[in-house]
């Protein structure tokens, strides 16, 4: 058993629907239409029951996972390492092109939905995994790092910069994107000195276009 390998014997709660994301690429994902209502009889039964911000594909992930297809040199041959993953949208995007992908979350749902959709998909150089970036297994390696979304929450500012420069300082390139956001600014200060390339992308969805900011940071 590998680091992060789970006996995941649950069931899904969360309906699934296959999505096509693009046209060689269709993924199992929680039905947004569901999830909330699910959410909540979930809440009557068990009152501390955390939302599943994991459950939902975010601007970010679509964001992500359209640059990498359109550079694909930053992942083509390398062993990529995506943390916090949810629904792992970059991952599986670019799971043709690399050596091999590591898909992880601390959510033991969310890794049952990586295998799914790994099993789904064929592959054969792509690994799901329980991981929590505040306590990574000492032996986690990764030519380049995938982070989508994950500097929302201040408190996990100074856990996230830890594993940024962990990660940079062994010649890994960490590809983050974020949408722009005010309160990441502290943030975004801090990793300013690794920044080797900044693209702005939007992405439209029904409501609103949200803007999202790619960085790749390295040494």
Not at 26 to 53: C, H, I, N
Request: proline fraction near 8%; include cysteine.
């Amino acid at each position: 058993m590998r680091f992060g390998d789970v006996l995941l014997s649950h069931t899904m709660h969360y309906p699934l629907t296959l999505t096509n994301i693009f046209p060689d690429l269709g993924l199992y994902l929680p039905d947004p239409l569901q999830v909330r209502s699910v959410y909540e009889k979930q809440l009557l039964a068990e009152p501390d029951t955390p939302f599943p911000f994991w459950a939902k594909t975010w601007p970010s992930a679509f964001a992500l996972a359209s640059f990498l297809r359109d550079e694909i040199k930053w992942t083509e041959g390398k062993n990529v390492l995506e943390l916090g993953a949810g629904t792992a949208l970059p991952s599986f995007a670019i799971a043709p092109f690399a050596a091999s992908v590591t898909i992880s979350d601390h959510a033991p749902e969310a890794v049952a939905l990586m295998k799914k959709n790994i099993a789904h998909l064929g592959l054969q150089n792509a690994h799901a995994c329980l991981i929590d970036w505040n306590a990574l297994p000492p032996n986690l390696e990764a030519g380049v790092l995938l982070l989508s979304d994950t500097n929302y929450a201040a408190v996990q500012f100074p856990s996230l910069l830890n594993l940024i420069d962990r990660f940079v300082n062994v010649g890994t390139t960490v590809i983050l994107s974020t949408p722009v956001r005010i309160n990441i600014t502290p943030f975004a200060e801090a990793i300013r000195p690794l920044i080797k390339h900044s693209v702005l992308r939007t992405h439209s969805q029904p409501q609103e276009a949200v803007e999202i900011r790619i960085l790749v940071l390295g040494k």
